[in-house]
């Protein structure tokens, strides 16, 4: 099974993403599913990754994946969810049985999830960080500077979102809108097959 990740932009959140989905599907029971980032074209923000013209080239230009899960950020905007819905239709329009894109946002920020594998400071609150709409600059960059992790690849991505991956049953506890919803709908999608 060939799995696509397409998010906004991989420089970063393919160092959140490609852990915590790679867990997602050994969790759901396929382990071997190959996970891999859209890294060609690239994707630079929302604009280009809710462009349904990108997103039918990148679904053209490779054949062999059976799920594309596009993954972009939230960023307090209700009707974002109504976006990728559209997408997604018209995905399955072009798309065979087979094969199939999935698309979520996460509240607020991808980083959010890789939050939500970590022990967190004792003055923080898990509601107000879910609803904070910066939560990167509030929260992930802080933490990433308190734990002198900014130097590494993702200035602190890396570690964070392997830190979440390996915690997956808190990360998808503290994320239900989003990081649950999505692997129930990729069981559901499995599941009829």
Request: charged share 35%; net charge positive.
């Amino acid at each position: 099974m060939n799995v696509l990740i397409i998010p906004e932009d991989f420089r970063k959140d393919q160092y959140i993403l490609k852990p915590i989905i790679q867990r997602m599907f050994a969790e759901i029971g396929k382990p071997q599913a190959n996970v891999k980032m859209c890294l060609e074209p690239v994707l630079g923000g929302i604009h280009q990754a809710t462009d349904w013209g990108r997103i039918a080239d990148i679904l053209d230009m490779y054949p062999t994946v059976d799920i594309f899960l596009l993954i972009v950020d939230r960023d307090g905007i209700a009707t974002r969810r109504r976006a990728l819905n559209g997408i997604e239709r018209n995905a399955r329009e072009i798309l065979d049985n087979d094969r199939v894109l999935l698309a979520e946002n996460a509240w607020q920020e991808i980083e959010v999830w890789a939050l939500a594998g970590q022990q967190l400071p004792r003055d923080w609150n898990w509601r107000k960080i879910r609803a904070e709409i910066h939560p990167k600059e509030r929260y992930f960059e802080p933490l990433a500077k308190r734990r002198r992790l900014t130097k590494e690849p993702g200035e602190g991505r890396l570690t964070m979102g392997r830190e979440a991956a390996a915690r997956y049953a808190r990360v998808r506890s503290r994320c239900k809108e989003d990081l649950q919803g999505l692997e129930v709908r990729l069981k559901a999608w499995l599941g009829a097959k």
